[in-house]
């Protein structure tokens, strides 16, 4: 009995003890929700602590004498983080922010491929089929559909087609790249200070809305360069997930073409990161500097911002006289062209232009649907860089190789004669350009005269003594037919017509035979030849420096953010792994001084002689210059016109090459090199005594 009684106190004991228990969490409970409840939820909503990125502004890109091309200036930006708000709330606040942005002429960022006024599709074609395919989007929808598909799936209710796009354009924004309540997701960029106080006093009402300070890239030259500094934009997704270790964010911007892209381990800064304090509904409260941002390193182009400026100009205007009919004839399809300025003796690039261009600070905060259209739908690729990736028949302008080859290699002697009849007797039995246009013939020409008219013969003749593989050869050695390695992205390699060629075409199925009749076309820049015009600026460039090659190059230094130059040799290598360039070192053309000479003479005489085809142009040219016209096949439309040169000719300092699609002739761009020239030596106004003092200075300035 008493060990019952024992058991039964122990039993109640332990009810007592759970009882106490319970009380003291009801208690507690009540205290924490009744009494001091409103007390804890604030501190709670102010108190959840996130850590966000401080970005660094990228390095500066300058021309060769400190003339800023980019620089980045603060801006604002608006964010969104997520928050504990309703889908209907949320597409209530977007729609708010952007009605905000409008009125104040802000753009944010938009990649639905419908215009917000005339609701139709601003893309077409596979662009569009492309879009729609990875939008589930059916491909037959129309743009109307679309956008109701669309407000199905962000479960949009506004009615008004053009108010629910713009829900539409930041709720795509905002899944596209995974917003959080720790990893905002940026909507806009570069706002106006209007924007940007107007948002942040209706901060209350705009839950997870966020107003970021940070660095904005400002192009400073417009359009002028636009293709060799290239642009920046958003980091994609790719891009996003390659590179996510190596310290870069979803709202992150990055080099997406030229130097901006070549050279973005440089140009980019290192970002820094703060702590946040900030509310359940996204108000920040309190923010700390955790880490600071470092500024990346600045670029040194070698580029003259004057003389590209220039250059691009005259361009333009070349092109556009030739489509109107300012010379003899006119070509209406005369629309692109290109043009590069090289200094002789070092290889840098001093201007290089592509026509028509466009303006890199549409990319950067986003691009607009219209302006997507401008630039992707246009079928004179703008965003082309026709100076390295365009490639073309040489024409003419390739026959002093073909001269080069035969005088080297004992083909012919230089003051041998070749008697032009007409027609050649070989292969498909070619004709000179003069017996096609007039039926008259150049009776007998050496090598000197042969390149003052340009006789097609004379070079049928040699390259059939001679053979393709030495005309190939003496190409190769020129730099022809493979990438220069200039410090940008995406440049061609061109074709160099050869049997390797031919043989590589056989590899992959096509069924080709070299003949006589493809060296002979291969001897005057046609058959298979294709060059970019930096390639044939580089030729030109080691021809008129005696053989001797230089690395083409763009780049003169790198600054870091303590003004120290960085190791060429390093930044060289850092390149060159990145482009997937070799860095081989170039080997010198070695030719001799009598084949040099009567090369070099018969250029001049394209320009100084009365006959020369470009004799009309430089007659009155204050100094002396070497060059030649080539006007190739283009496979359909006009022909293209080149011409090439350098000056001055007794001690050359640039080469210069200008070439425009379906230009006609290549006469017809001899005005154009003229110009860039008289920009380059001062002579480009009436002050000739001035020009040749600042010529001097100028010159000098240039290592």
């Known amino acids: 009995?008493?060990?019952?009684?024992?058991?039964?106190?122990?039993?109640?004991?332990?009810?007592?003890?759970?009882?106490?228990?319970?009380?003291?969490?009801?208690?507690?409970?009540?205290?924490?929700?009744?009494?001091?409840?409103?007390?804890y939820r604030e501190q709670s909503e102010r108190r959840l602590v996130r850590e966000a990125v401080t970005y660094a502004p990228r390095g500066e890109i300058y021309d060769r004498y400190g003339k800023i091309l980019a620089t980045s200036e603060m801006g604002y930006s608006v964010q969104i983080y997520k928050t504990k708000i309703e889908v209907q709330e949320l597409n209530d606040i977007l729609l708010e922010v952007a009605n905000i942005l409008e009125k104040n002429g802000d753009d944010y960022y938009n990649s639905i491929p419908i215009d917000s006024e005339t609701l139709e599709f601003t893309r077409t074609g596979n662009s569009l089929t492309s879009w729609k395919s990875s939008n589930n989007v059916d491909e037959d929808k129309t743009a109307e559909e679309t956008i109701e598909v669309l407000k199905t799936r962000y479960k949009i209710v506004e009615e008004n087609p053009r108010d629910a796009l713009k829900i539409i354009a930041m709720r795509y924004e905002i899944v596209s790249n995974g917003y959080s309540s720790y990893r905002p997701v940026t909507l806009a960029k570069n706002i106006s200070e209007a924007s940007m106080m107007e948002i942040k006093e209706r901060s209350a009402s705009?839950?997870?809305?966020?107003?970021?300070q940070q660095p904005i890239r400002k192009y400073t030259a417009g359009s002028v360069a636009a293709h060799i500094i290239g642009y920046i934009g958003r980091i994609s997704s790719t891009e996003y997930e390659n590179r996510k270790d190596q310290g870069y964010t979803i709202n992150d911007s990055i080099g997406k073409s030229g130097i901006e892209h070549s050279m973005e381990e440089f140009l980019r800064g290192k970002n820094g990161s703060k702590r946040l304090e900030m509310d359940s509904y996204g108000r920040i409260s309190e923010e700390e500097e955790i880490e600071e941002s470092s500024m990346g390193s600045s670029v040194v182009l070698t580029i003259d911002l004057d003389l590209q400026t220039m250059t691009e100009q005259v361009l333009e205007n070349i092109v556009k006289r030739i489509q109107t009919g300012g010379f003899a004839l006119k070509f209406d399809d005369a629309k692109t062209g290109a043009a590069v300025v090289m200094n002789v003796k070092t290889g840098e690039v001093l201007a290089m232009a592509s026509y028509p261009s466009y303006n890199p600070q549409e990319f950067v905060d986003g691009i607009s649907n219209s302006e997507y259209a401008k630039y992707f739908e246009n079928e004179d690729k703008p965003m082309f860089n026709r100076a390295i990736q365009g490639t073309y028949s040489p024409g003419s302008t390739f026959k002093m190789v073909t001269g080069i080859a035969a005088l080297e290699t004992g083909g012919i002697g230089v003051n041998e004669y070749v008697n032009d009849v007409g027609v050649f007797p070989l292969g498909h039995k070619p004709a000179c350009w003069i017996w096609n246009s007039r039926r008259q013939v150049h009776g007998n020409v050496n090598a000197e005269t042969a390149l003052k008219v340009s006789c097609n013969y004379y070079y049928y003749e040699v390259a059939s003594r001679i053979g393709i593989e030495k005309i190939s050869d003496y190409a190769r050695k020129f730099g022809l037919g493979e990438k220069t390695g200039i410090e940008l992205p995406y440049e061609s390699s061109g074709i160099l017509a050869s049997k390797e060629y031919v043989q590589k075409l056989n590899e992959k199925g096509q069924k080709k035979t070299w003949t006589i009749g493809d060296t002979l076309s291969a001897a005057i820049g046609q058959s298979y030849n294709t060059f970019t015009p930096l390639q044939m600026c580089s030729y030109i460039a080691t021809l008129a420096n005696r053989g001797i090659r230089n690395k083409v190059t763009i780049v003169k230094d790198v600054i870091d953010a303590s003004g120290n130059v960085l190791d060429k040799t390093e930044m060289e290598k850092a390149i060159n792994e990145k482009l997937g360039l070799s860095g081989d070192t170039l080997e010198n053309v070695s030719i001799s001084s009598t084949s040099l000479n009567a090369i070099f003479e018969g250029m001049r005489s394209v320009t100084g002689d009365s006959g020369g085809t470009a004799y009309g142009t430089f007659a009155h040219f204050p100094i002396e210059v070497a060059g030649k016209t080539g006007t190739a096949t283009a496979g359909s439309g006009s022909d293209n016109a080149w011409f090439v040169g350098f000056a001055p000719y007794d001690d050359p300092e640039i080469a210069v090459v200008a070439i425009v699609e379906h230009g006609g002739h290549g006469y017809y761009t001899a005005p154009a090199v003229k110009d860039i020239m008289e920009e380059y030596f001062g002579y480009n106004n009436n002050n000739i005594d001035e020009d040749l003092t600042l010529t001097t200075i100028g010159t000098k300035l240039i290592p």
Do not use: Y
């Open 1 to 39: 009995m008493i060990k019952i009684e024992f058991l039964k106190d122990r039993f109640n004991i332990l009810i007592i003890l759970i009882c106490l228990i319970g009380i003291a969490f009801v208690v507690q409970l009540f205290n924490l929700q009744i009494v001091n409840g409103e007390s």
């Open 206 to 212: 705009l839950s997870g809305i966020n107003i970021l």
